[in-house]
């Protein structure tokens, strides 16, 4: 479960099982849904018995829920490609260079 001592967490598990291509059914939490969209890239749930009542819908009717794993899995490829990461980086560098420059000259 995503949740730590006092705050929520993005589980590395996520990223691997998503990684994978596994449909992922993760605790509701504000971590896991500021990287993906619940219901579009992987499943959300409150409480056991949501859990419960979502695997069951899930075991009925697989197929909708392929697209689901096969978003988080194309989402996972993104944001965990080398070169977007590297363009953050450099993006955030670059507006705290252009920041300290306006401040300090």
Same mark, same amino acid.
């Given at each position: 479960?995503?949740?730590? %001592?006092?705050?929520?967490?993005?589980?590395?598990?996520?990223?691997?099982?998503?990684? =994978?291509?596994? #449909? %992922?059914?993760?605790?509701?939490?504000?971590?896991?849904? =500021? &990287?993906?969209?619940?219901? %579009?890239?992987? #499943?959300?749930?409150? /409480?056991?018995?949501?859990?419960?009542?979502? %695997?069951?819908? !899930?075991?009925?009717?697989?197929?909708?829920? =392929?697209?689901?794993?096969?978003?988080?899995?194309?989402?996972?490829?993104?944001?965990? /490609?080398? /070169?977007?990461?590297? /363009?953050?980086? &450099?993006? !955030?560098?670059?507006? !705290?260079?252009?920041? #300290?420059?306006?401040?300090?000259?």
């Amino acid at each position: 479960f995503p949740e730590s %001592v006092d705050c929520d967490q993005l589980k590395a598990r996520v990223l691997e099982a998503m990684d =994978s291509g596994a #449909l %992922v059914l993760d605790r509701q939490n504000t971590q896991t849904s =500021s &990287f993906y969209d619940p219901g %579009v890239d992987y #499943l959300s749930f409150q /409480n056991a018995t949501d859990l419960k009542q979502l %695997v069951k819908k !899930i075991i009925e009717n697989p197929i909708p829920y =392929s697209k689901i794993a096969k978003n988080g899995y194309q989402k996972t490829k993104y944001l965990c /490609n080398p /070169n977007y990461f590297w /363009n953050k980086i &450099f993006h !955030i560098k670059f507006w !705290i260079l252009r920041l #300290l420059i306006f401040l300090f000259l």
